[in-house]
Structures are given as C-alpha cells and as structure tokens.
C-alpha cells in the first residue's frame, strides 16, 4: 500500500524516537523510548477496532443527508426564490438554530408537532427553532425595530411523525419573506401575495392557485370556547361559495353583512386587497375561500395558502402528492408578546415549502432522465506521456490563478483515456492537453470533449484562449 | 389607530357573528352568539398580557442575531471561498444540523469543548455536530463512497465559554473542502494548501503564514502514556527551528534520522510535498513547524493552520487579536472508525474558520467607515402627487416582471421629498416619477439619484431604457 499521510503514525513514532534520543544516548535509553512509542501506537490504533462490533450507522429519524445531486437542485430553487425577494427589496438576515424555550412557547397551538429541546445549558432551556417568524418578531422587539423588509433562509425543526416519501422531514428549509411596519392597509399584504405568485410561476411547477381566508375563528370558537357545533356549522352553508372580487360582491349584497359597521369594513378591506392584486396582474390566481382552515396561533388577519393544482400524470410519472406549497398571513400581535410594553409592530409574511419543492421538481427531472452536473469544472489537465505530474501541476496553477475552474487527477502517472473519460462522465467540457512534443514546440493541445475536436495554440497564450472559449460558449 | 390586518380579531368576530345567525333568528340567538364571541375575543386579547410581566427578552449564551449588516460582509466572504471550492471542482453536500451522539463521541479528544446534546427524542440521543468533518466521514461510510471531493458550508455548535470579543461564539460556521479517496502521495494535501493560500490571498487579510506539522504526538505520549516530561521536553531544543526545504534538507544531514529507515519515509515525503508547494508557487508561505501542537483527535498525518501576521495597527484601528484563521490536516483512520469491516478511505481537508474572518473584515470596514447597502433595489417607483397609489403599483409591477429590483412606499399619499431622501439613505440609484404631467403626455420621468438629472421617455420605452442605464452602470 502506497503512503498515504504525511507519514504513518509508526513512522512518526520512530522519526520522534530518533529525535529523542541524545547525540551521546546510552542504547537502553532509546530502546525504552523506541518500545513505549510502539506501544502508544499499537493502543491507539486498536481503540478504533474495539469499537466496532456494535456500532450501527444511522442518522436520526426523520433528516436526511443532501448528497450533490440534491444540492443543484435546492441550490437553482434558493436562488430562485431569493433573488425574487431581492427583487422586492428585502434585506437578509439570520438568528440562531435555537431559541431559549421559553421564546417559543405559547406561539404555535397544540395542534403543531413537537419541539425539539436541547437538555439544560448549565441552567438555559433551550429548544431548536420551529419556524424563522418567531424569531423574527423576537429580533424585532429586541432590538426595538419598527419597520423591516426582510427575508430569511434557514433550517427549521419540527418533530412531527415524518412520512418521508411526500418530502416532509424533521428538518427541513424555510424561505421566508416578511413586511413588518405600520403602513397603508392591504398593500404589504398585496406584495406579499405578488412575491408568492412570482415564485411559483418562476419555478413552474404547474398551475396553482393561493386560497385565502382568515385565521380559522370557527375552531376556535369550536374547539376552544364550546360553542355548539351545530351553531357553526351554519358557516359551512355560506363558505362552501368561494371565488374572487364577486365573492365580495356578494357579501356586499348580503344585509346581514353590510349592516354591520365592522363587517363592512372587513368588506372594504377585502375590495382594497383585490384592487390591487388586479394591478399586480395576479387577481385571477386568488381565491377567497372562508372554509380554509389552516394557520398558526399567531395569526391575526388575512391567511393565505399556495397549492399546486393537480396536473395530468405524464407517462411514467407517478402521480404526485401536491399539496400546500408556500403559505403565509398577517400577525399583528406577535412582536407585542416579546415587547415589556406590549408594543405592536404589525407583521405580514410568507413562507415557502421548499423540501416540497424540491420533491416535485426532482420527481420530474428523474422522469425525464435529466442529468445534473455536479461540479462546475470548466478545464481538465491532462497528459498522454508519463513523468508529466510537473508540467500538470504548473498548468493547472496557471489556470487557478487565471480564475478558471480546472481539475486534474492525482496521480502521477494516469492513462490519457482515464482522463478524457472522466471529462465525459463529469460533463467537463474542455481538456487542455500537455505531452512530450507540445512541451519541445512550446505550444499546448485544447481539446473539446464533446466535438473531440484538438487544436495546438501556443503555450503563452493558454489562459486568453481558455476565456475566450469559455466566454463563446 | 388605522386598520392594519385584514381585519382586527374582533372585527372577523362580529362579521362572524352575523353569519351565524339565521335570517330568521330569534334576537336573543343572536345576543347569546355575540357576547360568547366577544367573550371569546376578549380572553384571547388578554392572555398575551399576562406573560409579559417576567418575560424577559434575549437570546442564548454564545450565539448572535446577524443584522443585514452582518450578512452582506458574510454573503461577500462566504461567495469568495465557495467560488475557489468550485474553482478546485468540489461538490456540494450537506448533512442534518444534529448526529446520533454516539456518532460524534470519542471523535475530537478531551481537550475539545462540550457538545450540545438533545433532550431523549423517543429513545434517539442526539447531539448539535460539533464540526462538519465527521458528518463527513460519517456520510462516506455510510454510502460507501470511496472518492470525493467535497465542500461544506453549514453551522457548527460548540459550548466552550465564549469570549465573543474575539469573534468566538458558541454557534459558527465552518467551510470545509476535503478530498477523500486513495491517491499518489501529497498531491491532493498540496492542492489542499494551495486552496488556503487561494482563499487568504482573496480576502486580503493581509500577510498570511501557514504553519505545517504532525499531530501533536508529544501530547499523547506525555499525557496519555505517560512518557516521563523530561525526556519528551528534550524534543523541543530540536524543534524550535522551523522552515521549508531548507529545514528538510537540514534534517536529511542528520543522521539520526537518515539512518532511519522510516524517518527518511518521512522525510521524502516532505521532500515531495513542498516540491509541489514550489509548482503551486506558494512554498514561501508554509513553514514546517515541529512545534505546532494542535489538531483534533482523528488526524493522523500532515496537520496545518492558517495564521495572519500582526499588520501594524493603522490609526484608529484597535490591535485585532490576529490568530488562527483556518485549519486542517489528514484524517486516514476516521472514515474506518464508521466502517463495520473497518475498510479505511484516506481524508485530507481544510475549514475556513469565517466567523474570525467576518470579525477582522468588519473591523476594517468599520475603521474605513465602509457604508454597505444591505439591499440590491435598483430602482424606485415615486409620484409627486395624490392619488397615484394606481399608477405606482403598475409601474413597478411591470418592472418586477421584467426582473428589475424595485421599491416603493407602502403610503397612498407619500412626500416626493420623503421618497427621495429614502432613495439616497438606501443607496438606490434610479427613480422612477409619475404624475399628472407624466401619465397625460404618456412619459415617464427617470432620476439619477447620484446626479440628480431627471430625463423624460415614452412610458412604453420604461423597461428597455431601465435595463440599459443598469447594463451601463
């Protein structure tokens, strides 16, 4: 077997022995030292084996590793998403993965999964973030912040019984986007629905439509203040209608509506919202649907929810569990809970279900067979002839240092069809190529993978021509 | 106080009530209906008050929010070392936030701070990863993957006692770049090397050293196998010198250790490695360093770390407490560790230490009184008169639309001046002006905030003429 570290620790342990040993040293002495050495060595390997017999490798329940083919995928979706954020003037910003418990507690409802705790921090109680809008309204009255556009990418945790295969997960990524400031009503919430619409179509995934309702104040009253269920179900007779401006219409025309000062301008509110969603040229993709019954406690108004419709099943496409896909809302009273006073900021925000996206986006590239380069080479070295590590080496330090994203092999001798083979199969799509003869002509090989095409260019000018075919391309 | 959700709580509740109650109720139905609401309502709006009291708002021990600010000089960094991670053709992954303790234990020795441990999750024990080599490592074994090389950018979670002045917390990020597999010897820890110089170079942190060595193996003989001090202390008059080829040629003239089958082993490899440190042309900026004694438990070879030299204090700037900015070395045993047979796959690799990084560079920018603009708007969307809310959210939506970063205010009736002044406190170059004037002669006003010049065009030309004064800029 080749070396491989710098040296084995053996080899360490006798070049240290050497080292020990006195210019004048008496024989038993360095033998001692050779002898414990040895042993410190052998122990120290052993260890790693005793450990093995019962050591079953696993990862918690729930996550998942990302190998590089998940990561081009999320890395295309996130850069999609945050670059539509940046669009609309968001600042970025990040807080901890864990909160002090007692920050997320009585904000999320009892119908939410479980937090992860952490165990005490010498005398801190710790819980991992279960969303970034908490935080969020933590940062704000922290720092007494009363007006923000800002976004947010970050893990979240959640321990909910995960049915991985519909690409829910323990641990999973949040996109979020949120307006926090007292302004002109209906237009932050406006924008927020907008920015849903971008995105979505943006990544087309298919026709979708944004359910909006308000924080279910039928479970509530329900569930929590025992009002007769027969009582409310007669909301069920009116929500079943839901649609657009002529909803509103409709209510308008309803007495036991329009008569009420609140509800009229709960109305009028609700005719603002669509005038602008029209000017944003996306009214016809929300509906007003009051049978929806979905958002966390902290909700307060307006909830808005993102489904993808079901599209027909292709051929050899199984057929996809689509659901909920980005969602968000209106909590006005949030921030007030982590402020001494009580002091409002009004909050407006959405949030995008990217490990859905990401199911759905992976299903149809494996359906189609599309392969995803992993790496971003641009430029492999190579050599026909042994004995050319050197000049390799020199190349490809060129090049670095030109900025240009090369790879070689680390081996001192390869075969020049490993190399070109390896191009292919990583989808590299230039070679430059340095054997015995260009080295003498003082000129070098550029070949391209896919025409196989070869042309010798002078060795100066390697790093111009480089640029200039990678800039055609 | 203006009405900011779509609808107060209280408001929804009485819209509610109203639906309840049958065309032909009976008044006292209704009556009942909307005191239970109210009642409702009320409790609802009262439970937040009663936390406040004894809450008191912070964050954990050793960990930080990162303001807008923070993350434009953290997304700056943190693109200059991926891109040179891309630049060596490196992968990328990511592994879950928390391992299976055992995982993670007996990985990094005594000396290495406390781990954060989860609360039992349903008999799983679980801890925070304590560094991204060991996910790694772990990951490898479990895929059985036997080549690859990998970047890894994520946070990392240590409890050591955080002294945050010197931008050490207990939460930090970590870039890794390893390249694991079985290669001809010191090419893939040259490139390794090379990739540290690259990254220090481009953050212009000033002058860089990067001391090279083994593993402290005088640490483990002295305190775990009790090697008399004495004689193990005899190692230091040797190792006090330090320094490239020369020293290595020095130590060939030795004949302790020429005479030493595996020392000269060991120093051929030497020999090698800075032979190719001389092609990368970085050999000046490693120094071979005998005294170097760091490293956690499982590297076994070549270990290195990254060292900023004290730059003369400029005026105003307090002295930075200049010390390791990045890490690495060979780890050949770990991957073994996670093996059932025990199959071995050699490790080399690297880890950015950013959060020192982030510190030093915000210490510049902070001396320099650097402004950044913590938002990329490049255009925005203003009115001089009333009544143009319409007028506005038409226009920048039909700059959303064709990709163009754009801002407005969320008011109905904003001051020109007061959207002005937040163009040039935002840094936003152009502006965007319609008015009664504009939208009669179908023109559009554009801004230069810098020059203040304003330029009437055809509005139909809007987007075209935004797109090449940004192409231009």
Redesign the interface.
């Known amino acids: 077997m ?15 022995s ?6 004048c040293a008496s024989c038993t002495g360095a033998v001692r ?1 050779q002898s ?2 040895a ?2 060595v052998l122990t ?1 390997q052993l260890k ?2 005793q ?2 017999p019962n ?1 079953i ?5 729930g ?6 083919q ?3 995928v999320r ?1 295309k979706i996130l850069d999609l998403v945050i670059s539509c954020f ?15 418990k ?2 997320l507690t ?1 904000k999320y409802g009892e119908d939410s999964g479980l937090m ?4 005490d ?2 005398g ?1 109680l ?1 819980s ?1 973030r279960y969303d970034l809008t908490v935080p969020f309204a ?2 704000l ?3 007494k912040v009363k007006k923000m556009k ?1 976004y947010h990418v970050g ?1 979240v ?1 959640r ?1 909910e019984s995960p049915s991985i295969v519909q690409g829910r997960y323990r ?1 999973f990524c949040q996109c979020d986007f949120d ?1 926090a ?9 406006a ?1 927020c629905l ?1 920015i849903m619409c ?1 995105i979505l179509s943006g990544l087309q995934l298919g026709d979708f439509l944004i359910k909006m309702a ?2 279910d ?2 479970h ?2 329900v569930a ?2 025992g ?1 007769a269920p027969e ?2 179900d ?2 069920g007779d ?1 929500v079943q209608c839901h649609g657009g401006v002529s909803l509103v219409e409709q209510m308008f025309q309803d007495p ?2 329009s008569q ?1 000062k ?2 009229l ?2 109305l009028e ?2 005719k603002l ?1 669509f005038e ?1 969603l029209n ?3 996306i009214a016809e993709k929300i509906s007003f649907d009051l049978s929806l019954a979905r958002g966390l406690d902290y909700y ?3 909830i808005y929810e993102a489904v993808l419709l079901q599209t027909p099943t292709q051929a050899g496409e199984e057929p996809l569990n689509v659901g909920s896909v980005a969602a968000g809302g ?1 909590y ?2 949030l921030v ?5 006073k ?1 002091h409002k900021v ?1 909050c407006v925000g959405l949030s995008i279900g990217v490990e859905r996206i990401f199911y759905i986006v992976e299903q149809r590239m494996k359906t189609k067979g599309e392969k995803v380069r ?4 641009q430029v492999f070295v190579a050599t026909p002839q042994k004995n050319f ?2 000049e390799r ?2 190349l490809i ?1 060129e090049l ?2 030109a ?5 070689m092999l ?3 001798n390869p075969k020049l069809l490993t190399q070109l083979h390896y191009c292919e199969s990583t989808g590299i799509p230039l070679v430059v190529i340095i054997g015995e003869q260009e080295l003498k002509e003082g000129i070098i090989k550029i070949r391209s993978v896919a025409s196989r095409e070869e042309v010798a260019i002078k060795r100066e000018n390697l790093v111009a021509e480089i640029q200039k075919r990678l800039s055609e391309s």
């Not at 007030?336 to 001494?340: C, V, Y």
């Not at 900025?403 to 790879?407: H, L, M, N």
Request: proline share 7%; charged share 30%.
């Open positions: 080749p070396l491989l570290g710098l040296l084995p620790r053996r080899a360490w342990a006798a070049l240290l050497q080292l020990l040993r006195p210019p030292c414990q050495v042993e410190a120290s790693a084996h450990e093995k050591f490798i696993k990862i918690p329940k996550t998942r590793d990302l190998s590089p998940h990561m081009v890395e940046k669009r609309h003037g968001a600042k970025g910003m990040d807080t901890p993965a864990f909160e002090l007692e920050t009585e992860y705790d952490l165990k921090q010498g801190e710790l991992l933590r940062y009255a922290m720092n800002r893990k945790w321990r641990e307006i400031g007292q302004f002109d009503p209906m237009i932050p919430d924008e907008k971008e308000w924080k104040v039928r509530e009253m929590k203040k009002l009582v409310a007669r909301i009116y036991r509506l009420n609140q509800a301008e709960g509110d609700l919202l602008y000017l944003f040229g307060t108004g307006v209106r006005d009273g007030g809970m982590f402020d001494p009580g009004p992993t790496t971003e080479t590590l050197q080496l020199k330090t670095w240092d900025g240009i994203k090369a790879e680390y081996k001192n």
